[in-house]
């Protein structure tokens, strides 16, 4: 499945725009992360990983009620069409409801920044311009602190970059603002 592929298989089952938006942002900040990675990993495959973003969610206006179906509706749809790997990937974003274990950089990575990228469009919703541009790590990382603040999401997920993925919080924060920077405008922020 190419990318073109994905994204067009991705409109035929999402229809809230804020939904495609996180899609696009998980597939920036996993391609962002792929490519600092590459460092420790010249193995890794940034379209995998772009693809792994781009379609981590896309059964969820299926699944919305049925969080143990969550990811499973999607690799019933895919399999064959891309790797395991991406796949399993896929899954592990969910995996407290699926009882899998995240093994590999890849799937860490889905896991940790699927709960960053909305806390970051949050950090953006809250600025007077309501730009990400104008969101910095230290915003988020004050933010993060205030357990008021976008209190559905899980900082102890994000803060696993650290020990899965190597990858300091604070760097982690601007890697994932780096690749959310870089779409502003389909982002719509």
């Not at 020990?163 to 603002?177: A, W």
Request: aromatic fraction near 6%; proline fraction near 4%; include cysteine.
């Amino acid at each position: 499945m190419t990318r073109e592929e994905a994204y067009n298989f991705l409109n035929t089952l999402i229809k809230s725009p804020n939904l495609i938006k996180h899609h696009l942002a998980a597939e920036a900040t996993m391609r962002e992360i792929g490519q600092t990675l590459k460092e420790k990993d010249p193995n890794i495959n940034i379209e995998d990983w772009g693809l792994v973003g781009l379609l981590h969610d896309a059964d969820y206006e299926i699944t919305r009620e049925t969080p143990q179906q969550h990811a499973l509706v999607l690799e019933q749809k895919i399999n064959g069409l891309v790797r395991p790997e991406i796949i399993y990937a896929i899954k592990c974003h969910n995996c407290k409801n699926l009882g899998i274990e995240p093994k590999s950089l890849m799937d860490w990575a889905i896991y940790t920044c699927d709960e960053l990228t909305g806390f970051i469009i949050a950090c953006a919703l809250v600025l007077p311009d309501k730009k990400i541009a104008s969101v910095t790590p230290d915003f988020v990382l004050s933010k993060m602190k205030v357990s008021s603040f976008a209190k559905a999401v899980d900082r102890n997920q994000i803060m696993l970059c650290e020990g899965k993925l190597g990858i300091p919080l604070t760097e982690f924060v601007q890697i994932t603002l780096q690749g959310m920077q870089k779409i502003s405008n389909e982002l719509g922020l």
